[in-house]
C-alpha cells in the first residue's frame, strides 16, 4: 500500500469533527457543472480519440440512457471536474494546494502537541508523510496528463482508487487507514484556489456510476437529469433495483470494477435492456442507441394508450392489476398506467424521510392523500418492512449475524406494538377516504397473524374512543413470503381476506439465496419447482377459503412468467407502475386454459430452466414483440 500509515492514535481527528462517511458521496452533489465540461468533451474530441469500451452488466431496470458518465464514489464528495489545456499549470495548482496543506498541518501538528502532547500531534506526521509521499504525487501527475482534467479531479480520482481498494482488503486495520486518506484528501481540496476555473451553469444529464446504491441514495436522488445508473454489486431483486424499475429508471449492476475504470464526463449509453454500459459510443452505436430509443417509446406510446383496456385473457377470465409504489410521488405514474389501484404501497420508504416512521398524523395525511388520489381503485398498505437489506426503524446495539433471518418484517412491528398501533390507526384513518386495505410482511405463523389483528382491534378501538371515523371492516391481508407461511396456507386463510405473494423473499428463502448476493444470483430463480409448488399450495388453499390470492413480488412484472402465473391460478398482479401497460398487454392475449395447462405441466417439470421454457414459449408465441 503505498500510503504509509501511522500506528499512533492515527484514527482520532482534531481540527474539528470529520464530515460524516457516507456509504456514498454526498447526493448533493452528484451535479457537476457538466454543461460547460461537456461542451469542452465535445470540444476536444477533435483531437483525443477514444476507443468504444463496452462493460457487461445485470440489466436490472430497463431503458435506454445517453449522457456522460459520471462517477462517484464513497466517502466524500466530489470537486467539480473539467477539461483543461494547460498540463503544466495544473501540476503547479496541485503543488501549491499541497504546499499550503503541508503549512496548514505542520501549523496544527504545533498546536495539538502544545494543547495535548507529542503523542496526539502524531497524526499529522502521518498525514503529512501521505502528501510527502511520491507515488500519490506521481500518480495525480500521471492523471493530469492522461486525462487531461483539472487537478482537484485528478487527485479525487487517484485517491478514490485507493479507497476503493483499501476497503476491499479483509484487514479492518488497513479499511480503518481510509478515514485518514480522506481526511488528507478533503484538505487538500479545500486548498485549492478555484477562482478561474469553477463554473456555475446549470446541471446536465447523466448517467451516474458508483460502487452501490441504497434505496434511500435511490430514492434521494435528483432525477430530472439522471438517465440512468450502473453499479458495481447489486442484484435484480435488490431494493435499489426494485425503485429503478418503479421510477422508470434504466439501471446495471454487477458492473465490476467500473468506479475504478471510468473516467467521470466520458460520453457513455446505458442500456438496461441488455445490461450493457458503452463508454465513447462510435457515432454508428450512438445513431443504433437511437433508432431502439425511438422504437421502444413508440411501444410505450402504443401500450399506454391501451391503459383503458380491461386485463382479462381472451377467454375471459379478468385478472386485477394494479401498482406496486414506495413513494407518493410515484401515485402520478400509477394513473398514468391505467393500473387499478395499488397492490403494495412499501411503507418503509417513510423512513426515508428521518430516522423514524412519521407519527400518525403525518402517516395518516400522506395515506389519506394516497388512497383520494385512487379512489374508487384500492390502496393496500403494507406495514412497516423494516430490517434484512431495508432500513431499520431503529439502530440496533449491535449487528445481528443474520439480518435477513433476523428482526425484520411484522417481527419488528409487534416488538413494538405502540409504533405498530400508531401506523395501523394511521392506516384506518385514511380508510374513510378510499378503499383502503393493510396488509401484514414476513408473516411466519398463525400467532403473528393473530396479534396483528389484535393490534389492529384495539387501535380501531382508540379512534372509535376519539370518534375518528374508519372503515370497520377493512380488509386485512398478509404476505406470503416465507415457505413456513405458504406450507400452511391453509390455516392462515381462515384468518385473513387475501393473500399477496411476495415472491422476492419467497424464493430467497426458499432455496436460501440472498436475494441481493449477486454470488448466488444463479440460485435464485422464480421458476424453481419448489417455488412453483408453494405458489400453487398458496392459491389452492385461498380458493379453498374463499379469498383471493395475488402477486406483489418481481415475478409478477416479468412478462416471460406471465403465463405461469395466471396458470396458477394467480388473480392479482402488482407490478412497477411502468410495467402495468406490458403486464396488461400480455394478460390480454393469453388463454387462461391454455395457461393451465402449461401450469399442469411445469408442476411436474424438475428443472427450472425447463420450466422458464415452457412460460416463454407461450409469451413468444403470444407476445414476442413485447419481449426484450
Ligand atoms: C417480496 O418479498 O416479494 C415483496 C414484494 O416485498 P419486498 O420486495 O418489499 O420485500
Ligand atoms: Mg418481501
Redo the contacts with the bound molecule.
Keep these: 500500500m503505498p500510503f504509509p500509515t501511522s500506528s499512533a492514535g492515527n484514527s482520532r481527528k482534531i481540527d474539528g469533527p470529520l464530515p460524516p462517511l457516507r456509504l456514498l458521496a454526498d447526493f448533493s452533489f452528484p451535479r457537476p457543472p457538466l454543461s460547460a465540461s461537456i461542451a469542452a468533451v465535445k470540444e476536444s474530441a477533435g483531437h483525443r480519440t477514444f476507443q468504444e469500451r463496452v462493460l457487461q452488466g445485470t440489466p436490472v431496470s430497463p431503458g435506454i440512457g445517453i449522457a456522460p458518465v459520471h462517477v462517484v464514489a464513497r466517502g466524500f464528495s466530489a470537486p467539480d471536474v473539467y477539461e483543461i489545456d494547460d498540463v503544466a499549470a495544473e501540476k503547479a495548482r496541485f503543488g501549491e494546494a499541497l504546499e499550503r496543506t503541508k503549512v496548514q498541518l505542520r501549523e496544527l501538528q504545533h498546536r495539538i502537541e502544545a494543547i495535548s502532547g507529542e503523542e496526539d500531534s502524531r497524526i499529522f506526521e502521518a498525514h503529512l508523510m501521505m502528501l510527502e509521499d511520491r507515488t500519490i504525487v506521481d500518480r495525480v501527475h500521471a492523471t493530469i496528463e492522461d486525462r487531461r482534467q483539472n487537478a482537484e479531479y485528478s487527485l479525487y480520482a487517484v485517491a478514490q482508487n485507493f479507497l476503493e481498494a483499501m476497503r476491499r482488503v479483509p484487514d479492518p486495520y488497513l479499511r480503518e487507514r481510509t478515514a485518514d486518506i480522506e481526511d488528507v484528501c478533503q484538505r487538500v481540496l479545500r486548498n485549492f484556489s478555484h477562482e478561474d476555473h469553477r463554473f456555475g451553469g446549470p446541471d446536465e444529464q447523466h448517467i451516474l456510476v458508483a460502487y452501490d446504491l441504497s434505496p434511500s441514495d435511490t430514492a434521494s436522488m435528483d432525477r430530472r437529469h439522471l438517465r440512468g445508473f450502473a453499479t458495481e454489486i447489486g442484484s435484480v431483486n435488490s431494493h435499489t433495483a ?1 425503485l429503478a424499475r418503479s421510477l422508470g429508471i434504466p439501471a446495471i449492476v454487477g458492473l465490476d470494477g467500473a468506479v475504478l475504470a471510468l473516467r467521470t464526463l466520458s460520453p457513455a449509453i446505458i442500456d438496461g435492456y441488455s445490461g450493457k454500459l458503452i463508454i465513447h459510443p462510435t457515432a454508428e452505436t450512438l445513431d443504433r442507441y437511437r433508432r431502439i430509443q425511438e422504437e421502444k417509446e413508440r411501444v410505450r406510446h402504443a401500450l399506454e394508450a391501451q391503459r383503458y383496456e380491461e386485463s382479462v385473457t381472451t377467454d375471459g377470465r379478468p385478472i386485477t392489476l394494479s401498482a406496486n409504489i414506495e413513494l407518493s410521488e410515484e401515485i402520478a405514474f400509477v394513473k398514468n398506467s391505467g393500473a387499478r389501484g395499488v397492490g ?1 404501497y ?1 411503507t418503509e420508504f417513510l423512513l426515508l424521510r428521518g430516522e423514524q416512521m412519521p407519527d400518525e398524523e403525518e402517516q395518516s395525511a400522506v395515506y389519506t392523500r394516497i388512497a383520494q388520489a385512487l379512489s374508487p381503485d384500492p390502496l393496500i398498505i403494507r406495514t412497516l ?1 423494516s430490517g434484512g437489506d431495508k432500513l431499520p426503524v431503529e439502530p440496533l446495539t449491535e449487528p445481528e449475524p443474520n439480518p435477513f433471518l433476523g428482526w425484520r418484517g411484522i417481527r419488528v412491528s409487534l416488538d413494538r406494538p405502540d409504533m405498530f398501533k400508531e401506523q395501523l390507526r394511521a392506516v384506518l384513518r385514511a380508510s374513510a377516504h378510499g378503499r383502503v386495505a393493510v396488509m401484514f410482511p414476513l408473516v411466519s405463523g398463525i400467532r403473528e397473524v393473530r396479534r396483528a389483528k389484535e393490534l389492529l382491534k384495539e387501535s380501531m378501538d382508540e379512534l372509535a374512543k376519539r370518534n375518528i371515523p374508519f372503515d370497520e371492516r377493512i380488509e386485512t391481508g398478509v404476505m406470503i ?1 416465507l415457505p413456513s407461511a405458504a406450507i400452511i396456507a391453509d390455516l392462515i386463510a381462515p384468518e385473513v381476506d387475501f393473500f399477496s405473494i ?4 419467497l424464493i430467497q428463502y426458499t432455496v436460501a439465496a440472498d436475494r441481493v448476493n449477486h454470488r448466488v444470483a444463479d440460485l435464485y430463480r422464480p421458476t424453481h419447482p419448489a417455488v412453483i409448488r408453494l405458489i400453487k399450495r398458496t392459491i389452492d388453499a385461498a380458493i379453498a377459503n374463499g379469498i383471493w390470492t395475488g402477486v ?2 418481481e415475478m409478477a412484472g416479468d412478462i416471460r412468467l406471465t403465463p405461469l402465473l395466471l396458470g396458477l391460478g394467480v388473480e392479482e398482479l402488482s407490478v412497477g407502475p411502468h410495467q402495468v401497460p406490458r403486464v396488461r398487454r400480455a394478460i390480454r392475449t393469453l388463454s387462461h386454459a391454455e395457461c393451465a395447462a402449461m401450469a399442469d405441466e411445469a408442476l411436474r417439470t424438475p428443472l427450472s430452466v425447463d420450466t422458464l421454457e415452457l412460460t416463454t414459449s407461450l409469451a413468444r408465441k403470444y407476445y414476442p414483440e413485447l419481449l426484450d
Design positions: 426494485i403494495l412499501r418492512d413470503e411476495g415472491t422476492n423473499d406483489c413480488g
